[in-house]
């Protein structure tokens, strides 16, 4: 990916794996869980809403306020540096979502 990742970059890397476990209605049945990673700094953080609770899917609002470029009127990152790439966090290991969706059970 190129450029920074906001709410229409998840949803256009949704639309390229659909079909797959790169998307996270699939993804739950390997038991992967929606994550981060800063590919910079090697730092991962599971999708959180903003309350904290873990998100079933991608969602920006709960990452943290230094990951993001662009803030929403909440104060909540909208947009984030072009480092952090989404994917699944599974028994402690980072997916892409390339690889998530080619890993077996």
């Known amino acids: 990916m190129t450029g920074a990742l906001c709410k229409s970059q998840l949803q256009v890397e949704n639309d390229s794996y659909a ?30 809403f903003a309350n904290g609770s873990q998100a079933p899917l991608h969602v920006l609002e709960g990452l ?17 540096k ?9 028994e402690d290991v980072f997916y892409t979502r390339e690889e998530a969706a080619q890993a077996p059970n």
């Open 19 to 48: 079909g797959t476990s790169g998307v996270s209605e699939l993804a739950f049945g390997k038991r992967f869980i929606p994550a981060f990673k800063d590919s910079e700094s090697g730092r991962v953080e599971i999708s959180c």
């Open 64 to 80: 943290p306020v230094d990951w993001a470029t662009r803030l929403d009127d909440d104060g909540r990152p909208a947009e984030l």
């Open 82 to 90: 072009a480092t952090i790439i989404s994917g699944f966090l599974r």
